[in-house]
């Protein structure tokens, strides 16, 4: 029996796609009265697919300008937009991870939400998994613009080609593939640990500090 093909749909079809604060937003933030605080996630705190918790700036917004554009949900996408196109999704609501703060993204970073009338036909940690797999990274970074610092534009995110299996197969590959990534890691970090260790214990042997 043949396999049928898994559909692709261009993910500006299943998804909005917008930028992060500017620059010249987070520039402009002055006091006021009615002042809400937040964190901005920067593209450096994307370091995983799948985050427990996300690490941010505290800022603070006027609250007319904090409009919904700008506040993040839960479910929402985060990539970066320059240098290493990195991903990640806030599984949990931005208040718990974030220690109890509100989130924005901001430069250099863009933010993917899955359209409300697609959210029974595409699964939001599976649309940040395979965004983060090497074929996608390599189709966006064969499009992005600059030489010392990639960019990756919305139109190129937009454009790429998204396979869609059936919606509890997306729901399977997530959960492997968060136990993977969450797997990976705590080895990474059990590594990093122990380089560490090792390192300064060598150090004291030979006498630096």
């Excluded at 043949?2 to 079809?13: I, R, V």
């Excluded at 593209?43 to 006027?62: N, R």
């Excluded at 959210?119 to 074929?135: C, F, G, H, Q």
Aim: proline content about 5%; glycine content about 4%; aromatic content about 4%.
């Amino acid at each position: 029996m043949p396999h049928n093909p898994t559909k692709t749909l261009k993910l500006e079809s299943i998804a909005r796609i917008r930028a992060g604060l500017s620059s010249r937003d987070v520039q402009n933030l002055f006091p006021s009265d009615d002042e809400i605080p937040l964190k901005m996630i920067s593209s450096s705190s994307l370091t995983s697919p799948f985050l427990s918790q996300i690490q941010g700036e505290k800022i603070t917004m006027s609250a007319s300008s904090t409009t919904s554009r700008h506040l993040l949900e839960q479910h929402d996408i985060i990539t970066t937009s320059r240098g290493s196109f990195r991903v990640s999704i806030l599984e949990k609501s931005p208040e718990v991870m974030s220690e109890g703060y509100q989130l924005v993204a901001g430069p250099m970073c863009m933010v993917v939400r899955v359209n409300d009338d697609m959210r029974n036909e595409i699964s939001a940690a599976y649309l940040a998994w395979i965004l983060s797999t090497p074929a996608i990274s390599s189709k966006i970074t064969s499009s992005a613009r600059g030489s010392a610092a990639l960019i990756f534009s919305r139109d190129s995110l937009a454009s790429l080609e998204i396979p869609v299996p059936p919606f509890a197969e997306q729901l399977k590959i997530a959960q492997v593939a968060r136990h993977a990534t969450q797997l990976y890691d705590a080895r990474r970090a059990e590594a990093t640990l122990e380089y560490s260790v090792t390192i300064e214990e060598l150090n004291q042997i030979v006498g630096l500090r």
